[in-house]
């Protein structure tokens, strides 16, 4: 995963009504826009716009189905983003201070 990228999940991840919505997409396959909704104590345009992040960042799908949209995760990203900060990790020194 390139910094970009890298950088572009970081936003996405924060968040806590993000963080939320991932949760709650974790659970389950696919999940309706309105349960998406219904979950979280934010008006609908809000939780749109979180959603709109989130999709931007790779990290979720939406898949219109009739008049609805269907939501889902993408884990694959989240693993990538996982494996790009371990790179960063395995190359960190220890900082001792004292």
């Known amino acids: 995963m390139d910094d970009a990228t890298m950088a572009g999940v970081a936003r996405a991840l924060a968040h806590p009504a993000?963080?939320?919505?991932?949760?709650?997409?974790?659970?389950q396959t696919e999940c309706r826009g309105a349960d998406v909704f219904g979950e979280?104590?934010?008006?609908?345009?809000?939780?749109?716009?979180?959603?709109?992040?989130?999709?931007?960042?790779?990290?979720?799908?939406?898949?219109?189905?009739?008049?609805?949209?269907?939501?889902c995760l993408v884990p694959g990203v989240l693993e990538a983003y996982l494996d790009a900060v371990q790179?960063?990790?395995?190359?960190?020194?220890?900082?001792?201070?004292?």
């Open 40 to 71: 979280l104590p934010l008006a609908q345009s809000t939780v749109s716009e979180h959603i709109r992040v989130l999709r931007e960042a790779g990290l979720v799908n939406a898949t219109p189905v009739g008049t609805r949209t269907v939501y």
């Open 18 to 27: 993000r963080l939320q919505i991932l949760h709650l997409l974790a659970k």
């Open 87 to 98: 790179d960063v990790l395995s190359t960190c020194p220890s900082c001792q201070r004292g």
